[in-house]
């Protein structure tokens, strides 16, 4: 089968650092993707990795690692507005469809 | 530089009725994507459209079909309503070729089947 493990929820406080992983098994792999979700609203994209290692997009970072079948997405200088469920997909192909995982619900304390 | 549009925002049907939910992919995208998301869960994917054929299909019956237009705007049909397709309906595009890209979401149509 196919499958992406996240963690169902994290909290952290204002001004900290975050990381949330995902670990995949998929009968295919082209890459890893990150959307941000607010209460039920469009999925926003926030980081694709192809290649190991890590991509960096302003306060959000993700890392990617084919041989483990892993990846997170980091979160630097919280915010409140930061609050939110937090995705991992996998697609198969380029321009494929993504398969997603359950979603981590991030709460963001003061 | 218009995002991906769809309508109606929100749609409440009965048992048995059918619907059509509307998707206008970003602007220079050729690709559209369908995907169901029900409460708490991650978006599952329904199909894909490109070049107005079905490229890619998920694990969802026949009762779901869709189409493609000449200008990349598409349309996903729902026949027969039960309780349990009741869920918000994610249209998302994307642009073949670009390797680095991915797809980029619509706000969804929210369909409660009563």
């Known amino acids: 089968g196919q499958s992406l493990e996240q963690p169902s929820e994290v909290t952290a406080v204002e001004g900290a650092i975050v990381q949330i992983n995902c670990t995949y098994q998929?009968?295919?792999?082209?890459?890893l993707s990150w959307y941000q979700q607010h209460d039920g609203g469009a999925p926003t994209f926030l980081s694709y990795?192809?290649?190991?290692g890590l991509e960096e997009t302003g306060r959000f970072s993700s890392f990617l690692s084919r041989s483990d079948s892993y990846g997170y997405l980091l979160l630097q200088e919280l915010q409140m507005k930061d609050s939110a469920s937090y995705f991992c997909a996998v697609s198969h192909n380029q321009g494929g469809k993504l398969i997603f995982g359950q979603g981590t619900e991030l709460s963001v304390k003061p | 530089d218009a995002g991906v549009t769809q309508s109606p925002t929100h749609l409440i049907k009965t048992r048995g009725q059918q619907v059509t939910l509307r998707c206008s992919p970003k602007?220079?995208?050729?690709?559209v994507s369908w995907y169901q998301q029900a409460l708490g869960q991650g978006p599952q994917f329904i199909f894909q459209y490109y070049e107005e054929e079905e490229r890619q299909r998920g694990n969802f019956p026949d009762r779901f079909s869709g189409h493609q237009f000449p200008n990349y705007s598409s349309e996903l049909n729902v026949n027969a309503l039960l309780l349990g397709d009741s869920a918000l309906y994610l249209c998302?595009?994307?642009?073949?070729?670009?390797?680095?890209?991915?797809?980029?979401f619509g706000p969804g149509t929210r369909l409660l089947v009563l």
């Open positions: 990795n192809a290649l190991d």
């Open positions: 998929t009968s295919g792999f082209y890459g």
């Open positions: 998302a595009s994307s642009l073949v070729g670009r390797p680095q890209e991915t797809q980029y």
């Open positions: 602007s220079g995208h050729d690709t």
